[in-house]
């Protein structure tokens, strides 16, 4: 089957700058998640998506970060505007269920720069 | 909230060779889920094992083993005859039963001499 899709691979842009990455879950995964990966340290969880209803969405920086899945299938995650502290990998991942012991599968990510 | 540790930031083990790294965790409900991941150099993490915390048996899958202990909160993970593709970095992660709160730790990276 085919994996979770991520692109692009990597972006550079300057502080202040916007954004987007795209997300193209395994077929048939009801959930989609969206993580942060600073250098050295684990993910983060920034949003969780049920189909196309966010189940948590408690430690994404609304002011600046946002998030969308239409149809319940792609994912898109907004930068706007970058900061310094966004340089990061943004992992995307998804699952066949929330609940049970079923694990995520994740994408390759995208590295973010921010000059 | 839920918090997942990883004492160990870097593990080396000989080819060939036993190395166990640890995961402790705190939580106050009383069944979730446990997992092990692997992140090679080129960034995809994969699943390595998982246990369900209801579950008293210790999670097995070929060379990976799981100590489980829940009145300690401890989760180690064994990986017995360790080879040069074992190297990478390893979290240890939470989940509850709802779904929700996955929680990784910091992360062990391990190398694996020849």
């Known amino acids: 089957e085919a994996g979770v899709a991520q692109s692009p691979r990597y972006k550079i842009i300057e502080k202040r700058q916007s954004v987007a990455f795209w997300c193209n879950p395994i077929s048939g995964h009801a959930t989609l998640y969206w993580y942060q990966q600073i250098l050295g340290q684990g993910p983060k969880l920034l949003i969780q998506?049920?189909?196309?209803?966010?189940?948590?969405d408690s430690q994404l920086p609304k002011d600046r970060f946002s998030a969308e899945r239409l149809k319940g299938v792609d994912s898109t995650l907004k930068i706007q505007p970058a900061k310094l502290e966004d340089s990061a990998v943004y992992l995307c991942?998804?699952?066949?269920?929330?609940?049970?012991?079923?694990?995520?599968?994740f994408g390759d990510g995208t590295r973010l720069s921010i000059l | 909230a839920q918090t997942v540790t990883q004492s160990q930031p870097e593990m080396s083990v000989q080819e060939a060779e036993t190395v166990t790294l640890s995961c402790t965790y705190d939580t106050s409900e009383s069944d979730y889920y446990l997992f092990w991941y692997k992140q090679p150099p080129s960034r995809q993490m994969i699943l390595v094992i998982r246990q369900e915390a209801y579950k008293q048996q210790n999670a097995t899958e070929n060379r990976f083993s799981v100590n489980f202990q829940k009145a300690a909160k401890s989760f180690s993970l064994k990986i017995s005859d360790s080879q040069l593709g074992d190297a990478a970095m390893y979290f240890c992660a939470y989940r509850d039963t709802y779904g929700q709160n996955f929680v990784f730790g910091p992360g062990t990276r391990l190398s694996v001499l020849p």
């Open positions: 991942a998804s699952s066949l269920a929330s609940t049970g012991p079923e694990p995520q599968h």
């Open positions: 998506f049920q189909n196309n209803g966010v189940v948590d």
